[in-house]
């Protein structure tokens, strides 16, 4: 299958390599089905809308850069995404560049993926303290000025 894309021009893709939204990502409704373009030697990878050619998300896989990011899958997302093991799932997270020293991943809302049928879901954490823009690049620690002197 032939595809066109704004980022990667035309790409032949394997229909059986298309990914199906269950439940799409929010603001991207009538964006269902998707393509997964790894990135060779690196985290992130690129969820390419068929629908759309303009609509390119960038992803990572969250426990790359939050080794203890978790969370429960209650039974009705098992159900619409039909798992039947823990090694059907994999999840990932949407990545924004804003620039080289802010890039962020929304660990509030993952993807939920299940690799055996190919079908997918983003679904919304009630889980205190994941947010939408959790960066992942080191802030340099401010310099205190002035800190060792003293005025009378």
């Known amino acids: 299958m032939l595809i066109r894309t704004a980022r990667f021009g035309e790409l032949e893709v394997n229909e059986q390599d298309l990914w199906t939204m269950k439940n799409p990502i929010l603001g991207f409704e009538s964006n269902r089905q998707f393509v997964v373009l790894p990135q060779n030697d690196s985290p992130f990878e690129y969820y390419q809308s068929i ?6 998300f960038v992803l ?21 995404l039909q798992i039947g093991t823990s090694e ?14 802010d890039i962020s991943l ?27 823009r959790h960066s992942i690049v ?5 310099e205190v000025k002035n800190a060792d002197s003293f005025k009378k």
Do not use: C
């Open 106 to 132: 929304n660990l509030k809302a993952p993807l939920v993926l299940n690799t055996r049928v190919k079908e997918a879901a983003q679904i919304i954490l009630d889980v205190p303290g994941y947010m939408t």
């Open 88 to 101: 059907e799932v994999s999840v990932r997270v949407i990545v924004t560049v804003r620039s080289p020293r």
């Open 51 to 56: 629908d759309d050619e303009h609509l390119t």
């Open 60 to 80: 990572a896989d969250p426990f790359v850069f939050f080794n203890d990011y978790e969370f429960s899958l209650d039974q009705r997302w098992m159900d619409m």
């Open 138 to 142: 080191e802030q340099p620690k401010e």
